[in-house]
């Protein structure tokens, strides 16, 4: 008897290995993204990165088991695009902020904190197999890429940023990352 497919919503859902955390992490990155994108109609070179971002995180999703899809040619795209956002946004990204502000920006935060759950996830999967470096690299980039839109939203829309200062940590500069 054929095995009726609207039961399996994910033919891996029972492996064991950590492939398919990362696989669904990556799944929701790129759901979170597409809601970004939704947000940001009337921002169009945001939402146009935002549509090319989205089907690169599939790429990603589908690295680890697949074939590489992630090139030098997308990190590099993604590096400019990470380059062209600090510029815009240098002076709001010197301290620790909170994910706050508009709509936006708060769906931005939300694809910055899936984008970190998506390179836990893939630590996890180095652990038992080889990962090429570049999904590291370019999954930790997306990240910082997300943050960075998150504050430029923010700033287009007029909203401030709010420091965060912990009582935990000392004080220090921010580094240009999330």
């Not at 492939?19 to 979170?32: A, G, K, N, P």
């Not at 549509?51 to 680890?64: D, E, I, T």
């Amino acid at each position: 008897m054929k095995k009726d497919l609207r039961f399996l919503c994910y033919p891996y859902m029972r492996e064991s290995v950590s492939t398919v955390d990362f696989e669904i992490r990556t799944d929701s990155l790129t759901t979170r993204i597409g809601h970004a994108a939704a947000l940001t109609k009337d921002m169009e070179g945001v939402q146009a990165d935002l549509q090319y971002l989205q089907p690169m995180a599939y790429h990603l999703n589908g690295s680890v088991r697949g074939k590489l899809a992630i090139s030098e040619e997308d990190l590099g795209q993604l590096s400019e695009m990470y380059d062209f956002y600090c510029e815009k946004v240098h002076d709001k990204i010197q301290s620790f902020v909170l994910p706050q502000g508009s709509e936006a920006a708060c769906v931005l935060h939300v694809c910055r904190s899936e984008a970190k759950k998506s390179v836990r996830a893939l630590h996890k999967v180095s652990l038992e197999r080889e990962v090429p470096q570049i999904l590291f690299d370019y999954s930790h980039l997306l990240a910082n890429v997300l943050f960075v839109m998150a504050v430029y939203v923010n700033d287009q829309a007029g909203v401030e940023e709010i420091p965060f200062v912990s009582k935990s940590y000392p004080e220090r500069k921010r580094r240009k990352n999330a």
